[in-house]
């Protein structure tokens, strides 16, 4: 069953113009931290552990961070009610269990580093390639992220241990596979002929959550969902189109919508 899209997206996900990056985050209850899904549960769940046993770029870890890691796990058991019991490393051993990808982040040297992961069902970026940097490096090919830096740096020192909060980020894509690989960036050239099921929302619901017996550190949660786009029209209304045509150059590009994101939005237009 896929969840319903004002459940997983209940606020505005579209700002349409003047485009600008926000944090957009909003306050989280505990007991709403992951989602759980028991009938898409076992495919995902079968899907990570074929991914994670091939060897993919999947976990990454630097030393050093396995009192945030072992936090982590605790906070995922006691979610599912039960004990995680298993051998191996505790990040991977709590997201071999849950639907959402795990990445913790640690202050260190006055900045926030990503430390550990288990990032199976990226959105086209390697987990290899970001371990051990910086939110700003993280960040680097997404465009204009720098009129945002320090925003993001300030909400993850304002948040308090034990405190979560939430967000959603979206693409337009036209693969329904979960893990979209760093390097299939190729967009198509047009709109396909039936965009109403052939392009996909893909919306990362992330939460942030500042651990309490590791201050220092927080873990970060993403789960993918999509939905064909005729499926959300009377949720979207007409927003995403305004949204798409909004947008500049460089981010449009990078999103992989430049080259036929005003077609979709005449079209939602006509579908509206």
């Not at 927080?218 to 927003?239: N, S, Y």
């Not at 995403?240 to 005449?266: F, Q, S």
Request: glycine letters at 6%; charged letters at 30%; proline letters at 7%.
């Amino acid at each position: 069953m896929v969840l319903p899209f004002a459940e997983v997206v209940p606020t505005t996900l579209f700002h349409a113009e003047p485009f600008r990056w926000r944090v957009a985050s909003r306050a989280l209850t505990t007991d709403a931290w992951l989602q759980f899904d028991p009938d898409d549960l076992p495919g995902d769940l079968a899907q990570k552990e074929r991914i994670l046993a091939a060897g993919a770029d999947a976990f990454v870890t630097t030393p050093g961070s396995e009192a945030a890691c072992e936090e982590v796990c605790e906070l995922v058991a006691a979610a599912l009610g039960e004990e995680l019991d298993g051998s191996g490393h505790p990040l991977e051993l709590a997201a071999r269990r849950i639907h959402e990808d795990l990445v913790v982040m640690e202050r260190r040297d006055g900045a926030w580093v990503m430390t550990a992961g288990v990032v199976c069902f990226p959105t086209r970026w390697r987990p290899s390639e970001k371990i051990g940097r910086t939110m700003a490096v993280i960040h680097e090919p997404v465009p204009r992220y720098g009129d945002i830096a320090t925003a993001v740096d300030r909400f993850f020192d304002r948040l308090q241990p034990g405190r979560l909060a939430w967000r959603a980020n979206w693409s337009v894509v036209g693969d329904a596979a979960l893990r979209l690989e760093a390097d299939d960036r190729q967009a198509p050239r047009s709109l396909p002929t039936d965009p109403d099921h052939d392009l996909l929302l893909r919306v990362e619901r992330q939460t942030v959550r500042r651990l309490e017996r590791t201050p220092d550190a927080l873990v970060f949660t993403i789960r993918i969902h999509r939905w064909p786009i005729g499926e959300v029209l009377g949720e979207i209304d007409q927003a995403l189109a305004a949204e798409l045509r909004a947008l500049p150059v460089d981010v449009a590009t990078y999103k992989n919508l430049d080259h036929w994101r005003h077609e979709l939005a005449a079209h939602l237009d006509g579908r509206g």
